[in-house]
């Protein structure tokens, strides 16, 4: 079973900045393609894509996201970050990582259905 455990959130005023981190228990079978995600869900909303990033590196991003987010990971030490700028108090949401497997190294989604396992969250509150 894979555990991811999200950090980094807390509140901030419009414009500024901060930085999640979500730590990953190694897959055990070393011969998969491993593609990691943030998402987010507001409350009444539906879970969204923020940002995504395949084993080899390819990245997806939200629209809404753009140019103020950077999402990047660090293999060795099984971390997934998400460095978030100019923040809106649109961005205000319950943040999620999560995990899935790809037949290629290339592949990325931002499809929330696609991700098997899921981290429980971290709160981001952006005020005006």
């Known amino acids: 079973q894979v555990q991811l455990v999200e950090s980094g959130g807390g509140s901030v005023q419009a414009g500024g900045s901060l930085r999640l981190s979500c730590a990953v228990s190694?897959?055990?079978?070393?011969?998969?393609?491993?593609?990691m995600g943030w998402f987010r869900q507001a409350p009444g909303k539906v879970r969204e894509g923020v940002a995504a990033?395949?084993?080899?590196?390819?990245?997806k991003y939200g629209d809404s996201v753009k140019g103020r987010f950077t999402i990047s990971k660090d293999s060795a030490k099984n971390t997934l970050y998400l460095q978030m700028n100019s923040l809106k108090p649109e961005d205000t949401a319950m943040y999620y990582c999560a995990t899935g497997l790809a037949a290629f190294r290339f592949w990325v989604t931002l499809a929330r259905n696609a991700y098997k396992y899921w981290g429980q969250g971290t709160q981001v509150t952006v005020s005006s």
């Open positions: 990033i395949a084993s080899d590196g390819t990245i």
């Open positions: 190694a897959y055990t079978d070393s011969n998969v393609y491993v593609y």
